[in-house]
Antibody, heavy 116, light 106 residues
Framework: EVQLLESGGGLVQPGGSLRLSCAASGFSFNSYALSWVRQAPGKGLEWVAGSRGSGAGTYHADSVKGRFTISRDTFKNTLDLQMNSLRAEDTAVYYC?????????WGQGTTVIVSS | DIQMTQSPSSLSASVGDRVTITCRASQGISNYVAWFQQKPGKAPKSLIYAASRLQSGVPSKFSGSQSGTDFTLTISSLQPEDFATYYCVQYNTYPYSFGQGTKLDI
């Protein structure tokens, strides 16, 4: 069974940093592209960053470029999101998703709150 | 970047109705569109991929179609559990982009 489990969310002050992690199981981790998608309170879905399988490239939304970095650890089967210079508008539930047949599997999400 | 314009933003319907939601892409994206259902407090659930292919386990009351850069999700014979918010996404090109969402209520 495909499982994605996010962790690392919490309350952080503006300008601070946080590292999210998504533990993947039930599939060949290195063979799949993976994405981070977020949802601000009461808002729609926003794609944040993506990582192609086999280290074939990473991509970031303009809204987070230069502040967030997506990476994967193929030994631990985890997808990470390093978030620096956090802003109030980064407050959201962050989901990781497997990019297979159009994001066929999602985690339950982890909540990030940026507030002083 | 590719924009996905989804309409309507909200939709009222009754049990047993058939409804249609549309996403228009700002440029050609082949058939790389997926549709999701999301209920409050839950992660999105994939319904359709490649514009018209049903995800495993999704009932056939959900269907997708494409005409050029216009993509449509149709839900037939609405049941109470279908009332939720629906999103499209293009995954042809990074950055991926979601539609704004359609809230379907009774």
């Amino acid at each position: 069974e495909v499982q994605l489990l996010e962790s690392g969310g919490g309350l952080v002050q503006p300008g601070g940093s946080l590292r999210l992690s998504c533990a993947a199981s039930g599939f060949s981790f290195n063979s799949y592209a993976l994405s981070w998608v977020r949802q601000a309170p009461g808002k729609g879905l926003e794609w944040v960053a993506g990582s192609r399988g086999s280290g074939a490239g990473t991509y970031h939304a303009d809204s987070v470029k230069g502040r967030f970095t997506i990476s994967r650890d193929t030994f631990k089967n985890t997808l990470d999101l390093q978030m620096n210079s956090l802003r109030a508008e980064d407050t959201a539930v962050y989901y990781c998703a497997r990019d297979s047949y159009g994001m066929d599997a999602w985690g339950q999400g982890t909540t990030v709150i940026v507030s002083s | 970047d590719i924009q996905m314009t989804q309409s309507p933003s909200s939709l009222s319907a009754s049990v047993g109705d058939r409804v249609t939601i549309t996403c228009r892409a700002s440029q050609g994206i082949s058939n790389y569109v997926a549709w999701f259902q999301q209920k409050p407090g839950k992660a999105p659930k994939s319904l359709i991929y490649a514009a018209s292919r049903l995800q495993s386990g999704v009932p056939s009351k959900f269907s997708g179609s494409q005409s050029g850069t216009d993509f449509t999700l149709t839900i037939s014979s609405l049941q109470p559990e279908d009332f939720a918010t629906y999103y499209c996404v293009q995954y042809n090109t990074y950055p991926y982009s979601f539609g704004q969402g359609t809230k379907l209520d009774i």
